[in-house]
């Protein structure tokens, strides 16, 4: 680097530095004016295209929107002139209304997104359409197991119904969609037969799945189809003890009369749930709402004239309704949707005066909660109605229990929530299963439910599942139905919580029952259902292990009836090894056997799923069980040559996942069959056809009998002219993909043979492609090293690495790292290229932008390490003294990196040879340690500490204890590393200036106030004493504790403390002489006096076991055993740490004498801590117990084993 | 209360870990029956105390310790009866 560009940057920054002494801001005007470099967004020939005049871009958008937006207007973008003028809304107009949400209230928005349903997709939301169905019948129960419930071919018969309706539904779509109309009658259009737009229409109409029992507009429908309904619904009435189902109307919606319970239970085989089925689907501004409310006493006051009036009582016996839900449905209201009758309704506000008449503060008997939401009256409105308890039969009393108790645990505080939580568990028995689940489960179906509340909930069932046992048998399903959607949640916890539930659940209610509770669902119409099964049905396997359910999943995957059962069967199979992982390889070939004939089966369906479970299995199988896939080997392959589009995704999935398992021979045999596949699909449009060739790509690549010669030869021309394109770097799913993939190959094929091939791009113009680059230049290098790297490749590299720099526009760690690590790869190979390098950091650490300089000063920290072995020491110094003179950096993040980097240099060229000289450095670095920011604190600290630890002599004495003055503050610091440095640095502090100003220094910060300020001092007192010896500190402590000022008396025991448990055996010159002190300590009258004298009796006895100090250590346990009746906690744990210390030192024998003594004494409150010391003697050290175990005279007891004398 | 409720659980578990350990409600004839136990497993634990009993009694080693081993069947006799 030539020294004139050298003098050309200090200059700049100079000037920077005095104009920043001049204003505190930025002056952007003495930034990098007279650059050389061409703008990249200007005319470069300005001498044609004048730049004095207007902004040419004026009115202009000088940036495309990335996410694309605003592409609405491509689709009548013909090219051609308009000639007739278009009148439409400005874009600020149309862009305010599609954002939408930016003048909502932050607070609201918050609020809402703390519910589940806020952040479910659309399938998730599915879960609301599931209903609670009714208890069934423990089929299992022995004895008498009369209760009433459904069986299991009622409720066989019911999907059997379902189905048939989904059939006749689809049949009747279809008959739309081809044009014949439901209706016959209908009258058709005159001039033309033209059937489409009808179709359309009524295709658009009937899309809505419908059940059966919901009265539609749609019952105009076929002869043939009526009949069907009807003689299905006599089925049902057939059944065995079901009651007579009616049809179900609106009208028959009778409000329930207990909000809590799920309503609709008499006479409706599917019970309804209050909030998932009626509530939601009337607005709830209806009966509700603001226009309805009724009218206060105060506005009836200001409405009425006040004279002439009189205000009656109301008459006896008369009890307002409280319970909204019943309000809700005391009118029936106009259903919305599916009739179609509903209308539009105008959303109302909530309004404060509503809210403030249904929420009640305090829930009798309840006490205060955290919160109480609206919905929460439809479950707990009971609680306030105010009924006399005395007058109500012990269910309803029961009822009135769980629901106080649920009330506390869900909204309640965290203390409330335990003591309820402990209660309901207790008492789970008692309770019943009926009365809680019915209570509980509703809760969990209500769709404002938020995360916290889902998970006490839950807890709540998994904690009551334990004391149920098989008493749950009739809920299994509720419970299922509950659980199920959260195995599909976007949360890990909540996935993880419901995989214990349905595991516990089954271990409650057996195998047996479990299935015959599932398998219902296992071909339900519904997908949403049967995947969420397979789901469970997996977690049921891990909990009851796979052997036990192989038997069923045989015969569901083979079932003849439905492919929807097989289809499950299959997913339940792939479900296992993703739970289970390794843990299926004992029965891989019963799972492998069982789903092997689906991947011929007539459904393609069940073929693509049965594709993806052998994947599974395979993935999670790896490296063993190949002998396992034998049989579906060739199935797979002829599938695999036969599927095309989704189907083959899935096939090759599997042979991808299937070939390293292979042994080499059979690999590379097969790798090559299938790539010639894999090679026509690099071309595919299909983004989930993209991941999985990659997927296999790597899969192939990284077998053993794949070669290099192979990959180079076949497969890297493809995928290079396939996926190193542009457009891959835009798409994040995909740059991830595509740059792993790579690493993959390069690992097999070398790191040259790839670099080479990416490394232009780094010159491209796109800045994303650039990044994705160099990230996979980074991570090949980081693995393989650059040995590979040729020369001329080397050049190119350096070249485009620092193009790829320069030219950011964001500034990116990727960069940063990817730089870092070319450089550090290339070692002593990038001498040649360092001036080049060092040029660049100088002038992007004179950028005007902060960003720009942290990155430059990061880097320098990154490449120091290399500059110092490429021998570049002059460099090194001219960047020492650069980032020098940057030391009145503004912005802390900045500050930070450049302490960082000035660190880096300090490290490799040592404290001696360091530009700037240390003794200018480190006086500049004084008012620094001031800062407050994290960052610049820790690199200070850590720059102070070195220069303390390698070269104190550089720096006058009085320079330290300035240092130590600043240092005090530090110990304040929030991070712990901080804190620890400053620590570490006043030990070396003391150890190049001596102790007595140190520790003078923190003597007097015993005195401050704070707490944490006065513990990190007593370390620090500590650390200075092992550095200089104990005896330059221990007696200026002591004299310390003459002062009569607790808090200073308290802080000299501490460092004591510290201190003996850092010189550990060296205590033992010193036991005598602390002693006195500590008698007065052990006597004193503050608990936390005699506390901290004891932790450091318990560090001193550590430190002098056996070396003969047994003497004073029995006089301190004298003086310490009083002491065991303490209560507080942290006092007593001291105490009994103490005494175990000097159990360690002087023997068990002598202190359990101590023991014996209160072992069996008559009060209970001095036995407790006798026998916590017991215990501990005993588990620490029992044998050493049994000499000493004290003589016990009667018959029977002695020992007389111990009497035999030789 | 949240103190108490920790420091039994955390008593259960060390009860639950070592056979031997107490609290306020241990009898005599639990804690004596364990300190036997203690005793002869420690005996049997170190073959030179082992082998210098053998010698004082003059059995073999062998079985001395069987005896031992059996001894710790009820080292103390037969439990109290219950009183209620």
């Known amino acids: 680097m030539a020294d004139s560009e050298f003098e050309e940057i200090r200059r700049l920054q100079q000037e920077r530095n005095a104009a920043k002494a001049g204003s505190k801001t930025f002056d952007p005007s003495t930034q990098r004016e007279n650059t050389t470099k061409a703008s990249l967004t200007d005319a470069l020939d300005t001498t044609l295209y004048d730049r004095s005049g207007v902004d040419r871009f004026a009115g202009y958008n000088t940036s495309i929107p990335a996410d694309g937006d605003d592409d609405d207007d491509m689709t009548d973008g013909d090219g051609t002139r308009r000639l007739v003028g278009q009148y439409t809304a400005t874009k600020?107009?149309?862009?305010?209304?599609?954002?939408?949400?930016?003048?909502?209230?932050?607070?609201?928005?918050?609020?809402?997104?703390?519910?589940?349903?806020?952040?479910?997709?659309?399938?998730?939301?599915?879960?609301?359409?599931?209903?609670?169905?009714?208890?069934?019948?423990?089929?299992?129960?022995?004895?008498?197991?009369?209760?009433?419930?459904?069986?299991?071919?009622?409720?066989?018969?019911?999907?059997?119904?379902?189905?048939?309706?989904?059939?006749?539904?689809r049949k009747i779509e279809e008959k739309l969609k081809n044009g014949e109309h439901a209706n016959g009658s209908e009258h058709e259009a005159t001039l033309k037969r033209d059937t489409t737009p009808e179709a359309e229409a009524s295709e658009g109409t009937r899309k809505r799945k419908k059940r059966w029992d919901v009265a539609t507009a749609d019952d105009t429908s076929t002869q043939e189809n009526a009949t069907k309904k009807r003689s299905s619904r006599w089925d049902v009435a057939a059944a065995p003890d079901a009651t007579p189902v009616m049809k179900r109307s609106r009208w028959d919606q009778a409000p329930s009369l207990t909000a809590a319970t799920p309503i609709g239970n008499q006479g409706l085989v599917t019970p309804m749930h209050p909030s998932s089925a009626a509530i939601p689907a009337m607005p709830l501004t209806f009966g509700l709402g603001d226009r309805n409310a009724p009218l206060s006493d105060e506005e009836l006051d200001a409405m009425l004239p006040s004279e002439g009036y009189k205000i009656l009582d109301p008459p006896p016996g008369y009890a307002p309704i409280r319970t909204p839900a019943r309000k809700l449905m005391s009118t029936p209201a106009p259903m919305a949707s599916s009739s179609g009758i509903g209308g539009f309704m105008m959303q109302e506000p909530e309004n404060a005066r509503v809210l403030g008449k249904q929420m009640p503060t305090e829930i009798p008997g309840v006490g205060d909660l955290q919160f109480f939401k609206a919905e929460d009256m439809n479950y707990f409105g009971k609680l306030v109605d105010g009924a006399d308890e005395n007058t109500m039969t012990v269910d309803e009393?029961?009822?009135?229990?769980?629901?106080?108790?649920?009330?506390?645990?869900?909204?309640?505080?965290?203390?409330?929530?335990?003591?309820?939580?402990?209660?309901?568990?207790?008492?789970?028995?008692?309770?019943?299963?009926?009365?809680?689940?019915?209570?509980?489960?509703?809760?969990?179906?209500?769709?404002?439910?938020?995360?916290?509340?889902?998970?006490?909930?839950?807890?709540?069932?998994?904690?009551?599942?334990?004391?149920?046992?098989?008493?749950?048998?009739?809920?299994?399903?509720?419970?299922?139905?509950?659980?199920?959607?959260?195995?599909?949640?976007?949360?890990?916890?909540?996935?993880?919580?419901?995989?214990?539930?349905?595991?516990?659940?089954?271990?409650?209610?057996?195998?047996?029952?479990?299935?015959?509770?599932?398998?219902?669902?296992?071909?339900?119409?519904?997908?949403?259902?049967?995947?969420?099964?397979?789901?469970?049905?997996?977690?049921?396997?891990?909990?009851?292990?796979?052997?036990?359910?192989?038997?069923?999943?045989?015969?569901?995957?083979?079932?003849?009836?439905?492919?929807?059962?097989?289809?499950?069967?299959?997913?339940?199979?792939?479900?296992?090894?993703?739970?289970?992982?390794?843990?299926?390889?004992?029965?891989?070939?019963?799972?492998?056997?069982?789903?092997?004939?689906?991947?011929?089966?007539?459904?393609?369906?069940?073929?693509?799923?049965?594709?993806?479970?052998?994947?599974?299995?395979?993935?999670?199988?790896?490296?063993?069980?190949?002998?396992?896939?034998?049989?579906?080997?060739?199935?797979?392959?002829?599938?695999?040559?036969?599927?095309?589009?989704?189907?083959?995704?899935?096939?090759?999935?599997?042979?991808?996942?299937?070939?390293?398992?292979?042994?080499?021979?059979?690999?590379?045999?097969?790798?090559?069959?299938?790539m010639d596949i894999v090679l026509r699909e690099f071309q595919s449009p299909d983004e989930e056809m993209k991941k999985v060739v990659l997927k296999v790509v790597s899969q192939c690549a990284g077998t053993e009998g794949v070669t290099s010669q192979y990959l180079k030869e076949n497969v890297l021309p493809d995928f290079f002219k396939s996926f190193w394109i542009r457009r891959m770097a835009l798409d994040k799913r995909n740059y991830r993909q595509v740059v792993e993939t790579t690493v993959d190959l390069a690992q097999k094929v070398g790191c040259g043979e790839i670099v080479e091939r990416i490394v232009d791009h780094l010159k491209d113009e796109s800045e994303p492609y650039r990044k994705m680059t160099l990230e996979t230049i980074e991570k090949v290098i980081s693995a393989l090293g650059a040995a590979d790297v040729s020369e001329k490749l080397e050049e190119q590299l350096v070249d485009g690495v620092l193009f790829a720099f320069q030219e950011q526009s964001v500034e990116d760690i990727v960069m940063l790292n990817g730089f870092g690590t070319v450089v550090n790869a290339l070692g002593t190979r990038t001498k040649p290229y360092l001036p080049q390098i060092v040029s660049t950091i100088l002038w992007r650490l004179n950028n005007k932008s902060s960003a720009v300089r942290q990155q430059s000063a990061d880097l320098i920290s990154r490449i120091a390490v290399v500059m110092k072995q490429c021998g570049e020491d002059s460099l090194m110094g001219k960047l020492g003294i650069v980032l020098y003179e940057y030391l009145g950096e503004e912005y802390p993040e900045v500050l930070g990196s450049i302490l960082g980097a000035l660190r880096s240099i300090v490290t490799v060229v040592g404290i001696n040879s360091m530009q700037p000289p240390i003794k200018d450095l480190l006086p500049r670095l004084t008012p620094i340690l001031r800062n407050r920011h994290e960052k610049v604190q820790e690199n200070t600290i850590d720059l102070v500490g070195r220069i303390a630890d390698r070269g104190p002599e550089f720096v006058s004495a009085r320079e330290w204890m300035r240092i130590c003055f600043e240092l005090l503050d530090m110990l304040k610091a929030h991070k712990k590393g901080i804190r620890r440095a400053a620590n570490n640095t006043f030990g070396f502090i003391a150890k190049a200036i001596g102790p007595q100003d140190v520790l003078a220094t923190l003597l007097n910060n015993l005195r401050v106030q704070e707490r944490?300020?006065?513990?990190?001092?007593?370390?620090?007192?500590?650390?200075?004493?092992?550095?200089?010896?104990?005896?330059?500190?221990?007696?200026?402590?002591?004299?310390?504790?003459?002062?009569?000022?607790?808090?200073?008396?308290?802080?000299?025991?501490?460092?004591?403390?510290?201190?003996?448990?850092?010189?550990?055996?060296?205590?033992?010159?010193?036991?005598?002489?602390?002693?006195?002190?500590?008698?007065?300590?052990?006597?004193?009258?503050?608990?936390?006096?005699?506390?901290?004298?004891?932790?450091?009796?318990?560090?001193?006895?550590?430190?002098?076991?056996?070396?003969?100090?047994?003497?004073?250590?029995?006089?301190?346990?004298?003086?310490?055993?009083?002491?065991?009746?303490?209560?507080?906690?942290?006092?007593?744990?001291?105490?009994?740490?103490?005494?175990?210390?000097?159990?360690?030192?002087?023997?068990?024998?002598?202190?359990?004498?101590?023991?014996?003594?209160?072992?069996?004494?008559?009060?209970?409150?001095?036995?407790?801590?006798?026998?916590?010391?017991?215990?501990?003697a005993y588990v620490q050290s029992a044998d050493s117990l049994v000499p000493y175990y004290p003589n016990l005279d009667e018959e029977k007891l002695k020992r007389e084993e111990l009497y035999i004398v030789l | 209360m949240a103190d108490k409720l920790r420091a039994t659980q955390q008593l259960e578990q060390l009860q639950a870990r070592y056979v031997g350990t107490g609290h306020a409600d241990t009898t005599k004839f639990e804690w004596t029956s364990n300190l036997h136990r203690d005793t002869y497993s420690s005996y049997i634990g170190h073959p030179p105390l082992l082998e210098y009993m053998a010698l004082g009694t003059g059995t073999p080693m062998a079985k001395l310790k069987t005896a031992l081993i059996e001894k710790m069947i009820q080292p103390v006799g037969k439990p109290p009866e219950r009183e209620d």
């Not at chain 1, 930016?102 to 809402?112: G, K, M, N, Q, V």
């Not at chain 1, 208890?135 to 009369?146: C, L, P, Q, V």
């Not at chain 1, 695999?640 to 899935?650: E, N, P, V």
């Open chain 1, 92 to 169: 600020e107009m149309m862009n305010e209304f599609a954002g939408g949400d930016d003048d909502t209230d932050a607070l609201t928005s918050r609020a809402e997104a703390a519910q589940i349903q806020d952040r479910e997709t659309e399938y998730q939301k599915r879960r609301f359409k599931r209903k609670l169905s009714p208890t069934r019948k423990d089929g299992f129960a022995n004895g008498e197991g009369e209760e009433e419930g459904r069986s299991y071919k009622e409720i066989m018969q019911e999907r059997e119904l379902e189905r048939e309706e989904e059939r006749v539904r």
């Open chain 1, 397 to 674: 009393l029961k009822e009135r229990k769980i629901m106080r108790l649920l009330l506390k645990v869900k909204n309640g505080t965290p203390p409330m929530r335990k003591t309820a939580l402990r209660q309901l568990t207790d008492n789970a028995r008692q309770f019943g299963a009926g009365p809680l689940f019915n209570q509980i489960l509703p809760l969990l179906m209500e769709k404002t439910l938020e995360d916290q509340e889902r998970h006490l909930l839950v807890k709540v069932i998994d904690r009551i599942l334990y004391k149920l046992d098989d008493l749950v048998r009739p809920y299994t399903h509720k419970i299922l139905v509950v659980i199920e959607p959260l195995l599909i949640d976007q949360d890990y916890y909540a996935r993880v919580e419901g995989r214990e539930i349905i595991s516990n659940l089954s271990k409650a209610a057996g195998l047996a029952h479990m299935i015959s509770t599932m398998r219902p669902d296992i071909d339900h119409v519904d997908e949403y259902v049967r995947n969420t099964t397979a789901r469970a049905f997996a977690v049921v396997a891990s909990a009851l292990g796979i052997p036990a359910l192989l038997p069923f999943l045989r015969a569901v995957c083979r079932s003849k009836k439905s492919w929807q059962a097989r289809h499950t069967g299959v997913k339940i199979v792939q479900q296992i090894p993703i739970l289970m992982g390794c843990a299926i390889l004992p029965h891989l070939k019963g799972l492998v056997e069982c789903i092997g004939p689906n991947l011929e089966d007539e459904q393609a369906k069940v073929r693509t799923v049965t594709s993806l479970a052998i994947a599974a299995l395979a993935e999670a199988a790896h490296p063993y069980g190949i002998e396992s896939f034998d049989t579906i080997l060739n199935p797979l392959w002829t599938g695999a040559k036969k599927q095309r589009g989704k189907g083959l995704a899935g096939f090759l999935k599997a042979v991808g996942y299937v070939i390293p398992l292979m042994d080499e021979e059979y690999a590379n045999y097969y790798t090559s069959q299938v």
């Open chain 1, 1012 to 1176: 944490q300020s006065r513990v990190c001092t007593a370390v620090a007192i500590g650390i200075v004493a092992e550095t200089c010896a104990p005896f330059t500190v221990l007696p200026a402590l002591m004299n310390e504790y003459r002062v009569p000022e607790l808090n200073v008396q308290n802080g000299v025991l501490k460092a004591m403390s510290f201190l003996f448990e850092y010189i550990g055996e060296m205590a033992k010159d010193y036991v005598y002489a602390i002693t006195p002190l500590l008698e007065d300590a052990l006597i004193d009258r503050d608990q936390v006096h005699r506390q901290t004298a004891a932790s450091v009796v318990k560090h001193i006895a550590l430190g002098v076991v056996g070396l003969g100090c047994e003497d004073a250590m029995l006089h301190l346990l004298n003086l310490i055993f009083p002491n065991i009746f303490e209560t507080s906690p942290h006092v007593i744990d001291r105490i009994i740490e103490a005494i175990d210390a000097i159990r360690m030192a002087i023997g068990p024998g002598l202190v359990m004498n101590y023991v014996w003594a209160g072992l069996f004494h008559p009060a209970r409150k001095v036995r407790t801590p006798y026998w916590r010391l017991y215990n501990n």
